[in-house]
C-alpha cells in the first residue's frame, strides 16, 4: 500500500513522535510511505531511516496536490488541522481516500471550526478526545475509531539501573501550557533533598520557559547547597534519561514511554494531576491520554506526598513498575497502533471504491 502521512512543522513533539513511530511500523510491514510536512528533527531522523519526506515548501496546496497527482497514494492520512484542512480544499476538485488523526482536543473559536476537516474515517488517540469530536464539531460517533498512542517497545524497554541516586526525570515542552510541573519539581527539590538524601532532579525539554525553569533550580541548587535540580534543555533522544530514572513524573505519550520502561509513574501536568500511576488510576488515565484532563491541578503538596510515597513504599514501586508494564503491553505497542491504523486505510479506501462505483 502507498501511504502518504500529512503533518506540519516535524520537531519533538507527542504528535510527531506518534507519526515516526507509525512511519517506521508500516515500512516494517512492507508498506511505501511518504511524509510530506514542513521539516525538523523528525523528519530528518526517518530520512535516515530510509521514509521518503518532502517539504511543502513556500506553496502546501500546490506541492500536495502534485504529488497526489503524480504518485497517486493510496491513502493520505493527515495529522494536523492545517494538514486536514488542505485535503479539504483538495477534495473539491479530486478524488482520493483521507484519514485523520486527532492527536488533541482542538479550539473550538468559529474560525478554527470553519478550518477543521473530520473525513468519514477520523482517528481520535484517546476516548475523551473522540467524544470533544462528538460534542464541540458534531462528528458522528460512527465516523471516529480510538487507537491509542504505540509505543517502540523493543526500544523503550526496562534497563536494570546500578545508580544508588535517587532520579526523578520529568520530559515535556517547557512552554507556559506545559511546564508547570517542571516549576513545581524545582521549588519542592530543597524540601525533598531533606528527605532524600542522593536526590537528583533531570528536566528535559525546551519551549519559551526554559529559562525560567532554570533560574528556579539555580535557586534550588543554592538552597540545598549542592546540584540537585539540572534542566538540561530539549533532547532529540531521551531514552538515556528515561532508563536511568528511579521515577518519572509527566504526562501523555512521555509517561507511556517510562511505563515501558519499568519506571514507576506520577501523572502530573498542565492539564490535571492523577498521582501515582498505579492499579484503577490506570484506567481512568486511559480514557484521557494519560494527561490527567479535568483532574484537579497538580500543586507542590500533592507531588511531594506522592515522590516520598514512591520513595519509602517498596510495594508500591513494584505495583507501579509491573500495572505499567502491562498497560503498555496490552494496550500500546507501537505495532499494535499501526495495525489498527492499517485496518482503519483499508475502510476508508473500500469506502472511496464503493462511491466511485455509484457516481
Known amino acids: 500500500m502507498k501511504i502518504l502521512l500529512l503533518a506540519d512543522h516535524m520537531e ?8 515516526y513511530e507509525l512511519s517506521r511500523f508500516l515500512s516494517q510491514k512492507g508498506h511505501r510511505v511518504t511524509v510530506i510536512s514542513f521539516g525538523g528533527k523528525v523528519a530528518e531522523a526517518l ?26 497514494p493510496d491513502v493520505v492520512h493527515a495529522h494536523t488541522r492545517q494538514s486536514a484542512f488542505l485535503c479539504r480544499l483538495l477534495l ?24 477543521s476537516f473530520f473525513p468519514e474515517r477520523t482517528i481520535a488517540v484517546s476516548a475523551d478526545i473522540a467524544q470533544h469530536l462528538i460534542t464541540r464539531f458534531g462528528v458522528s460517533r460512527g465516523q471516529i475509531s480510538v487507537i491509542e ?24 515542552r517547557l512552554d507556559e501550557d ?27 525539554g525546551g519551549g519559551s520557559e526554559l529559562a525560567h525553569v532554570r533560574m528556579l533550580a539555580s535557586k534550588a541548587n543554592a538552597v540545598c547547597g549542592k546540584n540537585v535540580v539540572n534542566a538540561v534543555g530539549q533532547k532529540q533522544d531521551v531514552l538515556p534519561y528515561l532508563q536511568s530514572a528511579s521515577l518519572f ?6 509517561a507511556l514511554e517510562a511505563m515501558s520502561c519499568g519506571i514507576p509513574v506520577i501523572l502530573s501536568g498542565n492539564e490535571g494531576y492523577l498521582g ?25 503538596k500533592c507531588i511531594y506526598k506522592d515522590i516520598l510515597n514512591l520513595f519509602f513504599d517498596k510495594k508500591l514501586v513494584f505495583c507501579a513498575k509491573r500495572d505499567g508494564l502491562r ?33
Open 12 to 19: 519533538n513533539g507527542g504528535a510527531e513522535t506518534h507519526i
Open 47 to 72: 530520512a535516515e531511516q530510509g521514509i521518503c519526506q518532502k517539504n511543502y515548501g513556500k506553496f502546501p496546496l500546490l506541492t500536495l496536490f502534485r504529488h497526489l497527482q503524480n504518485h497517486k
Open 92 to 115: 473539491s476538485f479530486m478524488q482520493f481516500p483521507v484519514v485523520f488523526t486527532a492527536h488533541a482536543r482542538f479550539c473550538t473559536t468559529p474560525i478554527k471550526g470553519a478550518l
Open 149 to 172: 498512542n504505540g509505543i517502540d517497545t523493543k526500544r523503550f524497554c526496562p534497563k536494570d539501573n546500578q545508580n544508588d541516586e535517587f532520579h526523578i526525570v520529568t520530559v515535556s
Open 178 to 204: 506545559c511546564s508547570l510541573t517542571a516549576l513545581l519539581l524545582c521549588r519542592i527539590a530543597p524540601a525533598l533533598s531533606k528527605k532524600i538524601p542522593r536526590l537528583r532532579i533531570t528536566i528535559v
Open 249 to 254: 513524573i509527566g504526562v501523555s505519550r512521555a
Open 276 to 300: 501515582i500511576a498505579v492499579g484503577k488510576i490506570l484506567a481512568i488515565a486511559e480514557h484521557g491520554n494519560f494527561c490527567a484532563r479535568g483532574y484537579p491541578m497538580p500543586s507542590e
Open 327 to 359: 498497560q503498555i503491553q496490552h494496550h500500546h505497542t507501537a505495532e499494535q497502533m499501526a495495525e489498527k491504523t492499517v485496518r482503519v486505510y483499508r475502510s476508508a479506501i473500500l469506502d472511496f471504491q464503493r462511491k466511485r462505483k455509484t457516481i
